[in-house]
């Protein structure tokens, strides 16, 4: 504590200086294409982005690390995973990048026009004392999506997926914001189904309007998931959040959609209240929150449980995440007449813990661990419930070793662990990978990557070969990959070998309006699947 005082007095001291080296500006990306091992993200350009920076994933609102950039081109960064979420093309990837130079020069003109001022003591107070005025700023993206399959042993098939993102903040000058993405996706022969009920292709993920009292009191009315309490999922219904730093509280009363369609459901209500720490400064981060959430099932209680949530980078070059849910509403069964017992009594449903840290500037790690009891429900399951109450707490590890050994030269190695009772056979991964960016003569980036994999039902290998570069810079990037897999299936002891092919073109027609086309090619013995992907994304 007392180096970090004597920090935060040099940090004011340096003043200027120190604020032209630390400024950050968020620079958004899209993945373009996306491999077992690997993630490709164009953005608009990566001046300002090194091999080693963090790219960060928006979950409910909040920037959550997600990518590790091993290399890069002029538009495009090739990346590793270092977080469970699945990614897809289109999803939207974000870059905290410095620009000290404008900073510096902004700063510079700012003292200038200071001096240049003959303004009194008075006036400067009167000024500072004046309101923030609030801008409108709406952003946002349109999407179409086309995802093609043919075969030579099955009918051809077509799916379709229209998306909408829309941020409105201070719609008019106001108060008043929104926040919404819908998504409408339907397949070529099964229209009947979207005839019958809508909800099977349309989804809505956000539909939300947002009042701010002020800096520290807001009100949100609609769908929204918070990002305060992520495990709860959307919430339909108010939610309303007070801060005083550095404490926040918030508290929500509403419905979960409903679990088969994600429509509106007025008999899963849901409430619940949270309270969080933040402390924030330029090199030291660290969140803390705990919330109590209740859900019920036509009035019957359905799950009711504490949440507990912590983030820190309190040590250089370490960063850390947990998460615990506590469930305080349990039924056992009566081995005897088998009835059902209600117990209150504290039971560990999940534990999630991760650490990342960079050893030295060549070298990373991060290590997770998990273990997690099925989520029981029990109003909405009570049909399977003595089902559900028999399957085991699955646990399980995950390692992750990057070292770079030259500029543009990268290995790496992802292995993970996972065990439950309830599976005959442990799971285990592991992959290796190689990175090479700007192969001479072509200018390339050139990935060697194997898996090895055992399940309870499968083992295998999956070895991938992979070749991508600006073809037309800040336009046009390219790349190819081959895959070859062979699978052992454990019960009946058949084995499937796959051959594929893989392509994928990312068209930067204009500032705003890309387009990105995907094939992949899977080669049987006896069957042959084709699959293309076309992306039309304009953002506005």
């Keep these: 504590m007392r180096y970090f005082l004597i920090f935060f007095l040099i940090f004011n001291l340096l003043g200027i200086k120190l604020k032209g080296q630390t400024r950050e500006e968020i620079n958004g990306g899209v993945v373009s294409y996306v491999t077992k091992q690997n993630v490709y993200i164009k953005f608009p350009s990566t001046e300002f982005i090194s091999l080693g920076d963090t790219l960060f994933l928006e979950q409910n609102s909040k920037l959550t690390p997600a990518l590790v950039v091993k290399s890069l081109?002029?538009?495009?960064?090739?990346?590793?995973?270092?977080?469970?979420?699945?990614?897809?093309?289109?999803?939207?990837?974000?870059?905290?990048?410095?620009?000290?130079?404008?900073?510096?020069?902004?700063?510079?003109?700012?003292?200038?026009?200071?001096?240049?001022?003959?303004?009194?003591?008075?006036?400067?107070?009167?000024?500072?004392?004046?309101?923030?005025?609030?801008?409108?700023?709406?952003?946002?993206?349109?999407?179409?999506?086309?995802?093609?399959?043919?075969?030579?042993?099955?009918?051809?098939?077509?799916?379709?997926?229209?998306?909408?993102?829309?941020?409105?903040?201070?719609?008019?000058?106001?108060?008043?914001?929104?926040?919404?993405?819908?998504?409408?996706?339907?397949?070529?022969?099964?229209?009947?189904?979207?005839?019958?009920?809508?909800?099977?292709?349309?989804?809505?993920y956000s539909l939300a309007m947002n009042y701010a009292f002020n800096e520290n009191n807001s009100l949100w009315l609609g769908r929204k998931i918070n990002p305060r309490l992520s495990s709860v999922g959307a919430i339909d219904g108010i939610q309303y959040e007070?801060?005083?730093?550095?404490?926040?509280?918030?508290?929500?009363?509403?419905?979960?959609?409903?679990?088969?369609?994600?429509?509106?459901?007025?008999?899963?209500?849901?409430?619940?209240?949270?309270?969080?720490?933040?402390?924030?400064?330029?090199?030291?981060?660290?969140?803390?929150?705990?919330?109590?959430?209740?859900q019920t099932n036509q009035g019957n209680t359905d799950r009711r449980y504490i949440y507990f949530q912590h983030s820190n980078s309190l040590i250089p070059n370490l960063y850390f995440f947990g998460s615990v849910d506590l469930d305080f509403y349990n039924q056992s069964i009566n081995a005897v007449d088998s009835s059902f017992t209600q117990d209150h009594t504290p039971k560990l449903s999940s534990l999630y813990l991760s650490v990342r840290y960079r050893m030295f500037k060549k070298l990373s790690m991060s290590v997770s661990y998990s273990t997690?009891?099925?989520?029981?429900?029990?109003?909405?399951?009570?049909?399977?419930?003595?089902?559900?109450?028999?399957?085991?707490?699955?646990?399980?590890?995950?390692?992750?070793?990057?070292?770079?050994?030259?500029?543009?030269?990268?290995?790496?190695?992802?292995?993970?662990?996972?065990?439950?009772?309830?599976?005959?056979?442990?799971?285990?991964?592991?992959?290796?990978?190689?990175?090479?960016?700007?192969?001479?003569?072509?200018n390339s980036l050139f990935t060697v990557s194997a898996t090895f994999l055992q399940t309870a039902y499968v083992s295998g290998n999956i070895y991938s070969l992979g070749l991508s570069r600006d073809i037309i810079p800040g336009k046009l990037y390219g790349g190819i990959n081959y895959r070859y897999i062979d699978y052992t299936f454990q019960y009946d002891i058949s084995t499937l070998t796959q051959n594929m092919a893989e392509m994928n073109l990312n068209w930067r027609m204009s500032k705003k309006l890309s387009c990105s086309l995907n094939y992949e090619g899977t080669f049987e013995k006896d069957r042959n699947t084709d699959r293309i992907y076309i992306n039309l994304t304009q953002r506005f």
């Design 372 to 442: 997690r009891q099925t989520i029981i429900y029990y109003e909405t399951y009570k049909d399977i419930l003595e089902r559900l109450l028999e399957a085991g707490t699955q646990q399980g590890y995950r390692v992750n070793i990057n070292y770079r050994l030259l500029t543009n030269f990268s290995i790496g190695v992802n292995s993970g662990y996972r065990f439950s009772k309830s599976d005959p056979n442990d799971s285990k991964n592991l992959i290796a990978y190689m990175n090479y960016n700007n192969v001479p003569w072509i």
């Design 242 to 294: 007070t801060k005083f730093k550095p404490f926040h509280v918030g508290v929500f009363a509403g419905t979960r959609p409903d679990y088969m369609d994600y429509s509106f459901n007025s008999n899963l209500l849901q409430y619940g209240a949270y309270l969080g720490h933040e402390y924030n400064t330029s090199k030291v981060n660290m969140q803390s929150s705990v919330a109590f959430i209740e």
């Design 73 to 204: 081109s002029s538009i495009s960064c090739f990346c590793s995973s270092i977080s469970d979420y699945q990614f897809s093309i289109g999803d939207g990837v974000f870059a905290k990048v410095k620009n000290v130079q404008s900073s510096v020069k902004n700063e510079a003109k700012r003292i200038e026009s200071k001096k240049s001022r003959d303004l009194t003591k008075d006036s400067l107070l009167a000024e500072k004392d004046l309101p923030k005025k609030i801008k409108q700023d709406i952003s946002g993206r349109m999407a179409v999506s086309s995802y093609s399959n043919f075969s030579n042993t099955s009918e051809f098939s077509q799916r379709m997926r229209y998306t909408l993102s829309l941020n409105a903040a201070n719609i008019n000058s106001s108060k008043f914001s929104m926040n919404t993405y819908i998504s409408f996706a339907h397949k070529n022969n099964e229209w009947s189904e979207i005839q019958d009920n809508i909800y099977h292709g349309l989804k809505v």
